[in-house]
């Protein structure tokens, strides 16, 4: 069966420090793979998406970056952080049929300070 | 431009009463619906989608293009069913899965 694993769980990181939140994907191949914002009022908000190795699109202009290394892989980056990156990330994948169902992991919660 | 609105942030009912979760889109085009729900300490997963016409954990939700709305629907509310609940859009027509999601509503169930 497939399996999403997201880390760290927590983070807390001082203002312009780096990033990295890491994302894989177990049981499956050339899964479609996304990260997501999840904002208290604002819902959830789409960050980035990749449908295969090294290929990234960014859905909104920010401090943040993405990176597909490989196949099963999906990482979040900064080179500095900003107060407003808090928030909690949700990385996502989905499977080459396009059927709207998303598996998310458990989320990271970072608290930029 | 796609849009989902739910305007409740929160809703809190009693055992055995009814449930709405309300949805609204915005959508030029053919929508897909789905509602996505998390519950406490769980992962965020798919609840149902419109296409589906299918009742889960005895949930419904009907798309209604005329009002634009995909309003989730439970007669009787149980404890287990708290949670925090999302409504999601996605064009027929869209190449890559991408979905847009409300902000979505708290469901409170009280004893």
């Known amino acids: 069966s497939q399996t999403i694993h997201q880390w760290p769980a927590t983070l807390v990181q001082p203002v312009g420090s780096p990033l990295s939140l890491e994302c894989t994907v177990e049981?499956?191949?050339?899964?479609?793979l996304y990260w997501y914002r999840q904002a208290a009022g604002r819902g959830l908000q789409l960050l980035f998406y990749s449908v295969g190795i090294g290929q990234i699109s960014s859905e909104v202009p920010q401090n943040l970056s993405a990176s597909r290394p490989q196949d099963r892989q999906f990482i979040l980056s900064s080179k500095k952080l900003l107060l407003s990156d808090s928030g909690f990330y949700l990385c996502?994948?989905?499977?080459?049929?396009?059927?709207?169902?998303?598996?998310f992991g458990e989320g990271s919660r970072l608290t930029v300070l | 431009a796609q849009r989902v609105t739910q305007p409740e942030k929160l809703l809190s009912v009693f055992k055995g009463a009814p449930v709405e979760l309300k949805c609204n889109y915005s959508?030029?085009?053919?929508?897909?619906l789905f509602w996505y729900v998390q519950y406490s300490r769980q992962r965020l997963q798919l609840l149902l989608r419109?296409?589906s016409r299918e009742s889960i954990k005895g949930f419904t939700a009907d798309l209604n293009k005329g009002e634009t709305s995909f309003h989730l629907k439970k007669p009787f509310a149980q404890e287990e069913d708290s949670a925090m609940y999302y409504c999601?859009?996605?064009?027929?027509?869209?190449?890559?899965?991408?979905?847009?999601f409300g902000t979505g509503t708290r469901l409170l169930v009280s004893p």
């Open positions: 999601a859009l996605k064009g027929v027509n869209t190449g890559f899965q991408k979905l847009v």
């Open positions: 959508y030029s085009g053919s929508p897909e």
């Open positions: 419109h296409i």
């Open positions: 049981g499956t191949s050339n899964p479609n």
């Open positions: 996502a994948w989905s499977g080459a049929r396009v059927t709207g169902e998303l598996f």
